[in-house]
């Protein structure tokens, strides 16, 4: 059974810096994809940032490029999201999920299997 477990989220200033981590268990594959979403109030999940584990390919939403980077950790089993030059449209509840039904760096919600409760980024102006 795999589980998904997210870290890091807390209240910070617009220019602020922040690092979510996830801690993936229970995943016996060798090729998967791993990826950040975010939701906030009255608006649908987007994706942020995703990779695909097999070659260390990534994907990133136009809105935070530049300012986010995702890597993995893969002797720690851990995804990690930095985050810099935060704005208050960062601003919301952020979801690390895992999914091994894809080929690639996927930002599509349906193609990822387990996912964690989210960890809260507040940033303020």
């Known amino acids: 059974q795999v589980q998904v477990v997210e870290s890091g989220g807390a209240s910070v200033q617009a220019g602020g810096s922040l690092r979510l981590s996830c801690v993936v268990s229970g995943i016996t594959y060798n090729r998967y994809c791993m990826g950040w979403f975010r939701q906030a109030p009255g608006k649908e999940r987007e994706g942020v940032a995703a990779?695909?584990?097999?070659?260390?390919?990534?994907w990133y939403a136009d809105s935070v490029k530049g300012r986010f980077t995702i890597s993995q950790d893969n002797a720690k089993n851990t995804l990690y999201l930095q985050m810099n030059s935060l704005k208050p449209e960062d601003t919301a509840m952020y979801y690390c999920?895992?999914?091994?039904?894809?080929?690639?760096?996927?930002?599509?919600?349906?193609?990822?299997?387990?996912w964690g409760q989210g960890t809260q980024v507040t940033v303020s102006s």
């Open positions: 990779i695909y584990t097999a070659r260390g390919s990534t």
């Open positions: 999920a895992a999914g091994w039904r894809c080929a690639g760096a996927s930002s599509r919600e349906y193609e990822y299997d387990a």
